[in-house]
């Protein structure tokens, strides 16, 4: 009997360690659950005066965290100034990374930008749509 049990315990152990690390892992996808989680997104900025992606989605109320991460070689900014409170800017120098965290209460499409002379007219922004 006791061999019994142990066998069944040991047959089940895979399942309860892939529901205990499931429930552990943060998603990936950057999207937030729950009213008070922080929204979390990764922002590339290239040399090619792009950000990657160019497009992001966040709920309205809730804070979003942006990582700027400066793959380039010059020096590059997030900016957005629409939606917020107070104007937001975090530079990162080439191969560093950069963070910061505001909220937007009001659903719409706003753009960030870099702000570093030039860039922005070379194409180096994109859109955060509040929902």
């Known amino acids: 009997m006791k061999r019994l049990f142990f066998i069944g315990f040991i047959a089940l152990l895979p399942v309860l360690a892939a529901c ?8 990936s996808d950057g999207a937030a659950s729950g009213s008070a989680t922080t929204q979390q997104f990764t922002v590339k900025a290239m040399d090619t005066m792009r950000f990657d ?16 991460d400066n793959s380039g070689q010059l020096l590059h900014d997030f900016s957005i100034t629409e939606g917020v409170s107070q104007p937001v800017k975090i530079s990162a120098q080439p191969g560093q990374k950069a963070v910061t965290t505001f909220t937007i209460d009001k659903p719409g499409t706003y753009t960030y930008f870099c702000a570093e002379p030039g860039h922005e007219q070379a194409g180096m922004k994109g859109t955060l749509t509040i929902q």
């Open 20 to 27: 205990t690390s499931a429930t552990a892992t943060k998603p």
């Open 53 to 68: 992606p160019p497009t992001l989605t966040a709920k309205a109320g809730q804070p979003i965290q942006v990582t700027l």
